[in-house]
């Protein structure tokens, strides 16, 4: 069983910053993609950003410039550091992962418990 565990969630004010952690457990062979999404209060859950297996990355434009999200192979985790806080990015933050078990069959995919992010003065 594969899980994801988020950390970094908390209270903030406008302009700080926070960083999210993602780490992935369980019986991997390879990880597609790790990404980070998110679901404000009333709205959908929508991608924020996301990174492949090659490194290449995807920002929502509403994150580009200020949210940057990384990765370290070798302990199958995800980064997302968020600068310049705005009230708008409040939102529950969710991990997402793309993988596979074995060669031979196709992707998994598995989502983290969510982890709140408040921006507010």
Known sequence: QVQLVESGGGLVQPGGSLRLSCAASGSILYINAM???RQGPGKDRELVAAITGGGSTVY???VKGR?????????????LQMNTLKPEDTAVYYCNTNYKQSWYEGYREVWGQGTLVTVSS
């Open 35 to 37: 990404g980070w999404y």
């Open 60 to 62: 929502a434009d509403s």
């Open 67 to 79: 949210f940057t999200i990384s990765k370290d192979n070798a302990k199958n985790t995800v980064y």
